[in-house]
């Protein structure tokens, strides 16, 4: 029998994932893929966004689901929409992330916006 921390390498962990707003996208993969390894998700998703784009929008409540199907060993996730080409928003994320479960161990920018705008880990 495989130990917990060999099975869930993740658990114990807050990630932050941007960019989740569907569930064909590389956002909910990455979220789903981290909360199957124990970690606790907190995502980022904006529809007005994927609304604009030839592949539309989802059903947020269906990512919801998704990703929270996904959770192992009281696991928790959580979600906010937010327009991340406003820089200020990208710091407001970080400390929802956070407070998700008080701890912060990694993130996830699948969005150009995040990426450039976000705040730099060490």
């Known amino acids: 029998m495989a ?3 060999s099975t869930r390498p993740l658990r ?13 996208g590389i956002g909910y993969a990455v979220a789903v893929e981290l909360a199957s390894l124990g970690a606790s998700v907190f995502f980022h998703h904006y529809s007005p966004h994927d609304a604009d784009q ?4 989802d059903d947020l409540d269906a990512v919801r689901a998704g990703i ?3 959770l192992h060993d009281g696991a928790l996730a959580g979600d906010v929409s937010a327009d ?12 929802q992330a956070h407070a998700l479960t008080g701890r912060w161990t990694s993130s996830s920018a699948t969005t150009p ?4 705008t976000g705040p730099s880990w060490t």
Request: hydrophobic residues 40%; proline residues 5%; positive net charge.
């Open 3 to 5: 130990h917990a921390s």
């Open 84 to 95: 991340l080409r406003d820089p200020d928003t990208a710091e407001n994320l970080v400390e």
């Open 12 to 24: 114990g962990r807050t990630a932050l994932v941007t960019g989740v707003s569907r569930r064909r």
């Open 113 to 116: 916006a995040a990426a450039a």
């Open 68 to 70: 929270r199907a996904a």
């Open 54 to 57: 030839p592949w539309g929008d």
